[in-house]
């Protein structure tokens, strides 16, 4: 039904928040520098110290920006040229980030042939890594397996013969009868959903399923509690369901020119058209096809609080965050804010106790969980053509939290936009503007905390081939390479506190000039197997 084109490349992650005030405030020439960190004094509560760092040189900082930025162009049969580029920045040591994509072309058989399906999906993990690796590994195919019951689930083909002729002369067939399913918006959307929730189901659901299958009767008529801590699933099953993971998607079927973006949690998708203006120069339009799912975002407050009883309407979003505690709203994992009470503290001594590796109990005012959900908010926008634009070019962007921490949507528009029209060098903030025209379409909501973006003051850099790592570098200082050496050299654990893990994914698309020659080139020995 659906073909395998190219692999998913599997990424990793990052998180933090943004210093610029300090780095202005404490500028020094010298080859280290000083910043105030939390350490534990001698009566064990945590306090402020200061502790020096050792300033890297430009070339290592270099090196960590472009060590993980990778980036593909495949023209595809329809004659579009699909380029991406993914880069990442840890803050925690290992990164909590992770990335996935994967093309997926339709078969011969399907109703809807010829096309593709495109994946491309950033994993802002918090608690750990495992929830977001493992969604890098596992999340498309997820989705890929509900879009494939859609299409099987079509209208066969129109028969030809003598007999629907006939029956042609008698009973009219309204039109949308032999629309296929997935070429509906609403299905594709309901269908993508799903996908997140039952995989979100199953990794809450697996931990007490092994636990069913290995506690004996007698057990459980004496409610006694098996160790299974040395059992082979004990930590594979639990850590990815106790860590947590934000996940936004992005799915083009260029079959049927439809454009998705599933987000749960507080990364963002940012897209960008080219639209004609009356002065005759043109400006891109900046569409946000997310919002950040955070207790600051009011629709999400309301939501939340419409799920619980009325007595915990005060305290289930306390200070922007679920409980006073988790600041997206809606998340994979995080089962401490998910389970019951009683299931917490069962699979906590089953599988975590005897590996040295105790569950967090739940937040302090936990009463009638679940308080997250996986559920993704989708969506939908046609594909606009070239022809409609007056422009080659159309792009999406999808990054982790930590790359909106430190950049407004304005900024890493114009930022892309500049790089596409082949800006070079170092430009003051205040002239992009004046080189990239932006407007605002549909501006989004900002979950997050206030932070100090859209400075005039400074300079970008446009120094980097790859668009996500060019983006990362001028989220953390631009062209100023002071500031930008001193947030890249702060190390783990202390960098948390300067700046999140980032990660970052730039999609563009155009139609190739070159379109036989270059599709016989890169596209066929990308086609390997069914999905």
């Not at 049969?77 to 803050?91: D, M, Q, R, V």
């Not at 040295?356 to 993704?376: E, S």
């Not at 983006?471 to 783990?492: M, Q």
Request: glycine fraction near 6%; charged fraction near 25%.
């Amino acid at each position: 039904m659906l073909r395998r084109v190219w692999k998913p490349v599997a990424a990793t992650v990052l998180v933090g928040t943004p210093t610029y005030i300090y780095f202005r405030t404490y500028y020094t020439p010298s080859q280290s520098f000083e910043i105030p960190v939390k350490i534990k004094g001698a009566s064990g509560k945590t306090e402020m110290s200061s502790r020096k760092f050792s300033l890297l040189p430009l070339k290592d900082v270099e090196a960590k920006l472009t060590e993980n930025a990778v980036s593909e162009t495949h023209v595809r049969p329809n004659g579009i040229k699909w380029k991406y580029s993914t880069a990442t920045l840890a803050s925690n040591d290992p990164i909590e980030d992770a990335n996935a994509n994967q093309i997926v072309e339709r078969d011969a058989s399907d109703f809807s042939a010829p096309g593709d399906y495109l994946f491309f999906a950033v994993m802002d993990g918090h608690g750990g890594y495992d929830t977001s690796r493992l969604l890098s590994r596992i999340l498309i195919k997820g989705v890929a397996l509900e879009l494939s019951n859609l299409t099987k689930n079509s209208s066969t083909k129109p028969q030809s013969g003598l007999l629907d002729r006939v029956r042609s002369l008698f009973w009219s067939t309204p039109a949308t009868s032999k629309k296929p399913l997935d070429a509906d918006p609403k299905r594709v959307s309901a269908a993508i959903q799903d996908a997140f929730t039952n995989l979100d189901t199953e990794l809450l659901e697996t931990p007490l399923r092994i636990l069913a299958n290995n506690i004996s009767p007698e057990q459980w008529k004496e409610k006694v509690i098996p160790d299974l801590s040395k059992h082979p699933l004990a930590l594979t099953s639990m850590l990815p369901a106790i860590s947590g993971s934000c996940a936004l998607m992005a799915v083009f079927d260029t079959a049927h020119d439809n454009m998705y973006v599933a987000c749960t949690g507080d990364s963002r998708a940012v897209s960008a058209v080219w639209e004609s203006t009356e002065d005759g120069k043109g400006q891109w339009k900046i569409e946000v096809l997310s919002e950040d799912q955070t207790g600051r975002n009011p629709s999400e407050l309301q939501r939340v609080r419409s799920e619980h009883p009325k007595d915990e309407e005060e305290f289930v979003v306390r200070n922007g965050r679920i409980l006073g505690g988790l600041e997206p709203s809606r998340a994979f994992g995080d089962a401490r804010y998910k389970w019951p009470r009683i299931v917490q503290e069962t699979l906590n001594e089953a599988f975590m106790v005897g590996n040295g590796k105790n569950m967090r109990p739940p937040p302090a005012l936990f009463k009638t969980p679940p308080y997250v959900t996986a559920r993704p908010v989708v969506t939908h926008q046609k594909m606009t053509p070239a022809s409609a634009t007056n422009h080659p070019t159309r792009f999406l962007i999808l990054a982790t939290d930590g790359l909106w921490d430190e950049l407004s949507n304005d900024e890493v528009v114009s930022l892309v936009a500049g790089h596409l029209a082949g800006l070079k060098g170092t430009i003051p903030k205040s002239e992009l503007p004046n080189l990239v025209s932006t407007t605002t379409g549909s501006a989004g909501i900002d979950g997050k905390r206030e932070r100090e973006k859209g400075q005039t003051e400074g300079s970008w850099a446009f120094v980097d081939d790859n668009l996500s790592a060019h983006l990362i570098r001028n989220a953390l200082g631009g062209g100023d390479e002071t500031t930008l050496r001193r947030r890249v050299s702060i190390p783990s654990p202390f960098s948390r506190r300067f700046r999140d893990d980032i990660t970052v994914t730039v999609v563009t698309w155009e139609e190739s000039k070159d379109q036989e020659g270059e599709s016989k080139q890169q596209t066929t020995p990308h086609i390997k197997s069914k999905l």
